[in-house]
């Protein structure tokens, strides 16, 4: 059994920055990819960011050069760096962990492990 535990949302202005964190227990964390989702209010969830267990990373197009993912593996920990917030970026933000890297953009229902998320809200 894999256990996600996300950290670091919280309420912070547009054009602020927030560093969200994402420990990981209970398996061989750096054999699997992680990445991040979000869910916006009525809105479905939907891809943010993922890094491979070696470190190469995809993201979607709407937060290219505003999000940044890393993770420190002997921490057990992915991280999402987000700046220049903006309201819409509003949503609450999952951790999911995966062997295969690829269903993490493109098949996100055959996702095995997601946190409980954490929820980041940007106000005007």
């Known amino acids: 059994q894999v256990q996600l535990v996300e950290s670091g949302g919280g309420l912070v202005q547009a054009g602020g920055s927030l560093r969200l964190s994402c420990a990981a227990s209970g398996h061989t964390f750096s054999s699997y990819a992680m990445g991040w989702f979000r869910q916006a209010p009525g809105k479905e969830r939907e891809f943010v960011a993922a890094i491979s267990w070696d470190g190469v990373t995809y993201y979607a197009d709407y937060v290219k050069g505003q999000f940044t993912i890393s993770r420190t593996n002997y921490k057990k920990t992915v991280y999402l760096h987000m700046n220049s917030l903006k309201p819409e970026d509003t949503a609450v933000y999952y951790c999911?962990?995966?062997?295969?890297?690829?269903?993490?953009?493109?098949?996100?229902?055959?996702?095995?492990?997601w946190g409980q998320g954490t929820q980041v809200t940007v106000s005007s």
């Open positions: 999911a962990a995966t062997p295969r890297f690829s269903i993490l953009y493109t098949r996100s229902d055959e996702i095995e492990y």
